[in-house]
């Protein structure tokens, strides 16, 4: 898929964000429409972004109350982020003329924010494939590392995107969670929602909220943690880290779910890195990877699977676990993404 032209009346840092206009949106106000394609966005906060960032492609501003045409292009210009530090890597696993699997690094945000627009994984895919940029079919949370599975087309992408829709997606986790896990294999069912007290992003096992639905198998104990392996039948936000929690084993290093609490994501986010928060936490961030999934092929040649390998920093937290060695710090963390480098340092076609 290949992006529109950057408005030459930009400025060259400028962030550009383009929504294309589908048949089903025709005729919406812009406000609701831009709300509708960034649903983070209040309805104030989306009338706001309009009124200070929508523009025509010739430069003029757009009014919130427009409606948008089937077949346009809306334009989102605003001012370059100063943007918190990331790894800013990912590896190529599978690649073919419609899919694109690629293994995302821990603490890479997938998707532009009001805090991160370059240091995303949507800009890394962007500026590496400025041609034909493959779409997302499913997301991660920023912390979670491992398999990410992308579309080359139009086509490709919806199939994909319906499979995941459809639940006919097996989807395999690895995590490392608190304490040791008593049964060898269970099911956690227990339905989810946003939390009614407390910060807006986490969600909480609530009575009467949207049925969520978990398999685990244990693969290892060691004395203070046990080695997981996780099969969401649903996909609802946080849905492995609030299950695991719900049963009393929150995932090693969770900041909102562990047991500090959301205190420790509000801790970190101010910039706190001390040995006592990292002491709290067990590790720099939480211990959950997104192995492999197994989905319907584009093409229409039946299931294909994709494995993403065990990362480095959780295999040394299990044997520091196991062997009762040091823990991985945060520092040790950024390093070794500085030292892989960027993905952006490499052509698509470099062997390296």
Same mark, same amino acid.
């Given at each position: 898929?290949?992006?529109?032209?950057?408005?030459?009346?930009?400025?060259?840092?400028?962030?550009?964000?383009?929504?294309?206009?589908?048949?089903?949106?025709?005729?919406?106000? $812009?406000?609701?429409?831009? =709300?509708? &394609?960034? *649903?983070?966005?209040?309805?104030?906060? @989306?009338? %706001?972004?309009? /009124?200070?960032?929508?523009?025509?492609?010739?430069?003029?501003?757009?009014?919130?109350?427009?409606?948008?045409?089937?077949?346009?292009?809306?334009?989102?210009?605003?001012?370059?982020?100063?943007?918190?530090?990331?790894?800013?890597?990912?590896?190529?696993?599978?690649?073919?003329?419609?899919?694109?699997?690629?293994?995302?690094?821990?603490?890479?945000?997938?998707?532009?924010?009001?805090?991160?627009?370059?240091?995303? $994984?949507?800009?890394?895919? =962007?500026? &590496?494939? *400025?041609?034909?940029?493959?779409?997302? @079919?499913? %997301?991660?949370? /920023?912390?979670?590392?491992?398999?990410?599975?992308?579309?080359?087309?139009?086509?490709?992408?919806?199939?994909?995107?319906?499979?995941?829709?459809?639940?006919?997606?097996?989807?395999?986790?690895?995590?490392?969670?608190?304490?040791?896990?008593?049964?060898?294999?269970?099911?956690?069912?227990?339905?989810?929602?946003?939390?009614?007290?407390?910060?807006?992003?986490?969600?909480?096992?609530?009575?009467?909220?949207?049925?969520?639905?978990?398999?685990?198998?244990?693969?290892?104990?060691?004395?203070?943690?046990?080695?997981?392996?996780?099969?969401?039948?649903?996909?609802?936000?946080?849905?492995?880290?609030?299950?695991?929690?719900?049963?009393?084993?929150?995932?090693?290093?969770?900041?909102?779910?562990?047991?500090?609490?959301?205190?420790?994501?509000?801790?970190?986010?101010?910039?706190?890195?001390?040995?006592?928060?990292?002491?709290?936490?067990?590790?720099?961030?939480?211990?959950?990877?997104?192995?492999?999934?197994?989905?319907?092929?584009?093409?229409?040649?039946?299931?294909?699977?994709?494995?993403?390998?065990?990362?480095?920093?959780?295999?040394?937290?299990?044997?520091?676990?196991?062997?009762?060695?040091?823990?991985?710090?945060?520092?040790?963390?950024?390093?070794?993404?500085?030292?892989?480098?960027?993905?952006?340092?490499?052509?698509?076609?470099?062997?390296?």
């Amino acid at each position: 898929m290949k992006s529109p032209p950057r408005p030459t009346w930009c400025k060259d840092d400028d962030i550009v964000l383009t929504f294309d206009v589908a048949r089903e949106h025709a005729g919406m106000r $812009l406000d609701r429409f831009v =709300q509708n &394609r960034i *649903p983070r966005l209040s309805r104030t906060r @989306a009338t %706001r972004v309009v /009124r200070n960032c929508a523009f025509h492609a010739s430069g003029k501003p757009r009014r919130p109350s427009e409606r948008v045409r089937a077949g346009e292009v809306v334009l989102i210009v605003r001012p370059a982020l100063d943007e918190p530090k990331v790894p800013l890597h990912f590896d190529v696993l599978h690649e073919d003329a419609h899919v694109l699997a690629i293994d995302k690094a821990p603490g890479l945000p997938m998707h532009p924010t009001a805090t991160y627009y370059r240091n995303t $994984l949507s800009f890394l895919l =962007q500026s &590496r494939y *400025p041609e034909r940029t493959p779409q997302f @079919a499913h %997301r991660l949370d /920023r912390e979670t590392s491992g398999l990410v599975v992308c579309g080359w087309t139009t086509q490709a992408e919806v199939a994909l995107k319906t499979a995941f829709e459809k639940r006919r997606v097996k989807k395999r986790y690895v995590a490392i969670v608190e304490g040791r896990m008593n049964a060898d294999e269970g099911e956690i069912d227990a339905p989810l929602g946003n939390v009614q007290q407390g910060l807006h992003i986490m969600m909480e096992v609530r009575e009467g909220a949207l049925p969520s639905k978990t398999r685990y198998e244990v693969l290892e104990r060691s004395q203070s943690a046990t080695l997981v392996q996780l099969h969401p039948h649903t996909g609802r936000q946080h849905q492995l880290r609030v299950h695991l929690a719900h049963i009393g084993h929150p995932i090693v290093g969770d900041k909102l779910y562990g047991p500090r609490g959301s205190k420790a994501f509000i801790d970190y986010m101010e910039g706190e890195r001390s040995d006592a928060l990292l002491k709290a936490l067990g590790h720099p961030r939480h211990a959950l990877h997104a192995q492999a999934l197994r989905i319907a092929h584009p093409n229409g040649s039946g299931d294909a699977d994709y494995e993403a390998p065990i990362p480095w920093d959780m295999a040394r937290l299990w044997e520091a676990r196991r062997q009762g060695g040091e823990p991985v710090r945060f520092e040790a963390l950024d390093a070794h993404y500085d030292a892989l480098g960027s993905t952006l340092d490499l052509a698509p076609d470099d062997p390296t």
